[in-house]
T-cell receptor, first 109, second 114 residues
């Protein structure tokens, strides 16, 4: 079945450093979504990418969808303490949305 | 306010005692689903429903039941809970049944089965 792998599982950065999480699918995806879950909270939708090679930005966050539509990345520039949480990618292949295992980000002030 | 609600938020129960976790959304969404979240495993889909009276299994349906008698409600039933069902559960809804729609998640239910 469809599998979506996400790395790293955990990252600890100093405030102001950059952060990147990567998502890889075993199959070609029709689209990919990214969610953020604050500690103790629920996942909240951030963005969806649909086109091959697509790049979207939200302030300090940059999202990319690979040319082959099998991988994606989320890059945060100059992290802040408000970026703390777990970031999930979720890909749609032949069937339902499949979530990656998530990357937990800790930001040291 | 548009939202997905779940009850209870926390539940401690014993093996074999039937329980129901309720989920309700006020956005007139067609698609609803249940996920469980376990450390290192991300969110795994248990069941989903594309509309009233239409439900189907997700990736980890064993030990769970659902029903969709009304559009707004999608309860999760554990007929005979076991310790391996100790987890954090999320209900989610979206506009349509296509997975390309944004998922709105409820606040979560933390279940402990002893």
């Amino acid at each position: 079945g469809q599998q979506v792998m996400q790395i790293p599982q955990y990252q600890h950065v100093q405030e102001g450093e950059d952060f990147t999480t990567y998502c890889n699918s075993s199959t070609t995806l029709s689209n990919i979504q990214w969610y953020k879950q604050r500690p103790g909270g629920h996942p909240v939708f951030l963005i969806q990418l649909v086109k091959s090679g697509e790049v979207k930005k939200q302030k300090r966050l940059t999202f990319q969808f690979g040319e082959a539509k099998k991988n994606s990345s989320l890059h945060i520039t100059a992290t802040q303490t408000t970026d703390v949480g777990t970031y999930f990618c979720a890909g749609t292949g032949r069937r339902a949305l499949t979530f990656g295992s998530g990357t937990r980000l800790q930001v040291q002030p | 306010e548009a939202q997905v609600t779940q009850n209870p938020r926390y539940l401690i129960t014993v093996t074999g005692k039937k329980l129901t976790v309720t989920c309700s959304q006020n956005m007139n969404h067609e698609y609803m689903s249940w996920y469980r979240q376990d450390p290192g495993l991300g969110l795994r889909q248990i069941y989903y429903s594309m509309n009233v009276e239409v439900t189907d299994k997700g990736d980890v349906p064993e030990g769970y039941k659902v029903s969709r008698k009304e559009k707004r409600n999608f309860p999760l039933i554990l007929e005979s809970p076991s310790p391996n069902q100790t987890s954090l559960y999320f209900c989610a809804s979206s506009l349509g049944h296509r997975s390309s729609y944004e998922q709105y998640f409820g606040p979560g239910t933390r279940l402990t089965v002893t």
